[in-house]
């Protein structure tokens, strides 16, 4: 299966964004798919996990992104989405899609497949 994200830009604080990622190639009926990000500062590896989605369509989030932060799928269009609203400086960084084929889904999960990011930039 190959990922490829979409959307990113730059935007003014308290602006919205949404992301895509599209999955192609041998995708399967029951997956895990997150999205993360990696702010520039931060050291190589040092992602931070965002959200998960099931294919049954439950979500998860992290406490530093609930509320502002929706992760919904088309399932028709094999592609995942990350709605960001109200955001702030802090949440500029490489966003990154990722899916794991198993039925345990959760941000601190190892996965298995990752696209190649998409940036953010959000201005004070």
């Known amino acids: 299966v190959r990922l490829v994200e979409s959307g990113g830009g730059s935007v003014q604080a308290g602006g919205s964004l949404r992301l895509s990622c599209e999955a192609s190639?041998?995708?399967?009926?029951?997956?895990?798919m997150g999205w993360f990000r990696q702010a520039p500062e931060k050291a190589r590896g040092a992602r931070e996990g965002?959200?998960?989605?099931?294919?049954?369509?439950?979500?998860n989030y992290a406490d530093s992104v609930k509320g502002r932060f929706t992760i919904s799928q088309d399932k028709a269009k094999n592609t995942l989405y990350l709605q960001m609203n109200s955001l702030k400086p802090e949440d500029t960084a490489m966003y990154y899609c990722?899916?794991?084929?198993?039925?345990?889904?959760?941000?601190?999960?190892?996965?298995?497949?990752w696209g190649q990011g998409t940036q953010v930039t959000v201005s004070s």
């Open positions: 990722a899916v794991r084929f198993s039925l345990h889904c959760s941000i601190f999960d190892v996965f298995d497949v």
């Open positions: 190639g041998d995708t399967h009926s029951r997956y895990c």
């Open positions: 965002l959200g998960t989605i099931t294919s049954d369509g439950d979500t």
